[in-house]
């Protein structure tokens, strides 16, 4: 059973920096898809970013220019680089993974870890 443990959250304002990390097995890292997901209270779950099995990076089209998603296969570690955070990007932030990166786009990776908070002030 695939772990996937979340850190790097905490409270910042706006205008401000977070870097997340996702700690996964370097198996999982190196051949699995993996991303970020968020959730906001009282919204629905969206997906932030990619990181494909080819390591082809993507991030949602409104979150493009701020952050930044990367993967250290070796160390078996998914990166979630958030610049110039707004309240908008308050949200419980998921870290997930997949064999089949079509899986993850469509919200139903494999595995999931349990979050980790952002709370961004004005």
């Known amino acids: 059973q695939e772990q996937l443990v979340e850190s790097g959250g905490g409270s910042v304002q706006s205008g401000g920096s977070l870097k997340l990390s996702c700690t996964a097995s370097?198996?999982?890292?190196?051949?699995?898809?993996m991303g970020w997901f968020r959730q906001a209270a009282g919204k629905e779950r969206e997906l932030v970013a990619t990181?494909?099995?080819?390591?082809?990076?993507n991030v949602a089209d409104s979150l493009k220019g701020r952050f930044t998603v990367s993967r250290d296969n070796a160390k078996g570690i998914l990166y979630l680089q958030m610049n110039n955070l707004t309240p908008d990007d308050t949200a419980m932030y998921y870290c997930?993974?997949?064999?089949?990166?079509?899986?993850?786009?469509?919200?139903?990776?494999?595995?999931w870890g349990r979050g980790t908070q952002v709370t961004v002030s004005p």
């Open positions: 997930a993974a997949d064999p089949i990166i079509v899986n993850l786009k469509r919200g139903q990776p494999g595995y």
């Open positions: 370097r198996y999982t890292a190196a051949s699995f898809a």
């Open positions: 990181v494909d099995n080819d390591s082809t990076r």
